[in-house]
């Protein structure tokens, strides 16, 4: 089984401040991981991934995310926030393997970026 | 590509009234997925193909919900009947070769 954590409900951030968005995950083989956003009335966007290879990753709109195997997570970062980053950030994940190709979510947590 | 498109985006309906969701996926994708998000439950996986073959249904909640991938192109997810616990955001996603999975606007289902 697999599974993701996202320990908090919402992070409140003042604009131009560093931002971390945590997600710890749980899966039986090697993972792949994800991060996608969400803005209001919309589907999921995709971020960035972590497949292989370098554990920090950048992605869109200047987000990274590092990849830390013993402590089985992949946190969302960003240097300095903006307003327009205020959305629903989702971590994902599934097994590398070639069975199971669906990934499973973690409950979401709501990124408040204060002006 | 346009990406995923997902058909109606807003369904109000009736209870006990049958619903018939729509997706087509992004062009030369051979996975595609089902997903519904609410706010107890966040985002479930309901079921997924590949090649238009299920290989996933058990995230469908009971037997009132069914799906179908008759080509390539065109996927539908039924409920019949519907009830107001069903009310959520249904989305569709697809992917190919590359890893992610590319998500449509989604279909708001209430159903009253």
């Known amino acids: 089984a697999q599974s993701v954590a996202q320990p908090e409900d919402q992070v409140n951030v003042a604009e131009g401040n560093p931002l971390t968005v945590k997600c710890t995950y749980s899966?039986?083989?090697?993972?792949?991981l994800f991060w996608y956003v969400q803005y209001p009335n919309r589907g999921l966007q995709f971020l960035l991934k972590y497949i292989t290879g370098d554990n920090l990753v950048k992605g869109s709109y200047g987000f990274e995310a590092e990849f830390n195997k013993s402590q089985t997570s992949f946190h969302l970062k960003k240097p300095s926030a903006l307003v327009s980053d205020s959305a629903l950030y989702f971590c994902a994940v599934r097994d590398s393997g070639a069975g199971r190709r669906a990934l499973t979510f973690g409950s979401g947590t709501r990124l408040q970026v204060q002006p | 590509d346009a990406g995923v498109i997902q058909s109606p985006r807003h369904e109000v309906t009736e209870m006990g009234q049958e619903v018939t969701l729509r997706c087509k996926p992004i062009s030369g994708h051979d996975y595609l997925f089902w997903y519904r998000q609410t706010m107890m439950r966040g985002l479930e996986l309901l079921i997924y193909?590949?090649?238009?073959?299920?290989?996933?249904d058990s995230g469908m909640p009971e037997d009132r919900f069914s799906a179908k991938m008759p080509n390539a192109s065109f996927s539908t997810l039924k409920i019949q009947p519907s009830e107001p616990r069903d009310s959520a955001v249904y989305f569709c996603a697809s992917t190919g070769g590359t890893t992610e999975a590319f998500f449509g606007q989604g279909t708001r289902l209430t159903v009253v």
């Open positions: 193909f590949n090649n238009n073959v299920p290989i996933d």
């Open positions: 899966v039986s083989g090697n993972p792949y």
